[in-house]
């Protein structure tokens, strides 16, 4: 069956990196665009970021571009999400999925609170 | 970016009761496959998002039959026909057919 585990989150300083990953099983990881999202307490879902299957195609939502690089390695089955220039804004869960617009399967989320 | 509305907000129903939400876009959802890529997802609290339906009106497995889904346009539609006690929570729907692919606000649902 589908998973998706995240890992990575915590706290950090406004202005600091962190590096999320997400580990997938049960199903062909490099066939999949994979998505990151997040949800700020009491808020809705936001997409940030997706990547094809092979990694040459990639879109962000303008909140991180710049700040947040997303990357995959197809041969750990893993997906990434470097975070820098972190703001208290940023304060969420993350959430990996699978393909950005049918988003079928999401992971158990990692928290990242930003504050000083 | 595409503004997605919900109404009700919040929505107290009796066991057994029927509840109906509705969602609304700032414009239309027709992808260029020919889908309207509008999708519903159901959060209890603690746990990530689950989703119930896909283009508009495809439960998906192990969703329950009392739940269904319709809409065209930028007007969309979920409906319980008998609520359960399991069916508390928020339910947001999404659309994933402009980026950047966003959510509405989220609809609460609690037993009266």
């Known amino acids: ?116 | 970016d595409v503004v997605m509305t919900q109404s009700p907000l919040s929505l107290s129903v009796t066991l057994g009761q029927p509840a109906s939400i509705s969602c609304r876009s700032s414009q239309g959802l027709v992808y260029s496959d020919g889908y309207i890529h509008l999708n519903w997802f159901h959060q209890r609290p603690g746990q990530s998002p689950r989703r119930l339906i896909y283009r508009v009106s495809n439960r998906d497995s192990g969703v329950p039959d009392r739940f269904s889904a319709s809409g065209s346009g930028t007007d969309f539609t979920l409906k319980i026909s008998r609520v359960e006690a399991e069916d508390v929570g928020v339910y947001y729907c999404m659309q994933g057919t402009h980026w950047p692919f966003t959510f509405g606000p989220g609809t609460k649902v609690d037993i009266k």
Do not use: H
Not at chain 1, 18 to 31: H, N, P, V
């Open chain 1, 1 to 116: 069956q589908v998973q998706l585990v995240e890992s990575g989150g915590g706290l950090v300083e406004p202005g600091g990196s962190l590096r999320l990953s997400c580990a997938a099983s049960g199903f062909i990881f490099s066939d999949y665009y994979m998505t990151w999202l997040r949800q700020a307490p009491g808020k809705g879902p936001e997409c940030l970021s997706y990547i094809s299957g092979s990694g040459d195609y990639i879109n962000y939502a303008d909140s991180v571009k710049g700040r947040f690089t997303i990357s995959r390695d197809n041969a750990k089955n893993s997906l990434y999400l470097q975070m820098n220039s972190l703001r208290a804004e940023d304060t969420a869960v993350y959430y990996c999925s699978r393909d950005p617009r049918p988003l079928d399967f999401w992971g158990q989320g990692t928290p990242v609170t930003v504050s000083s």
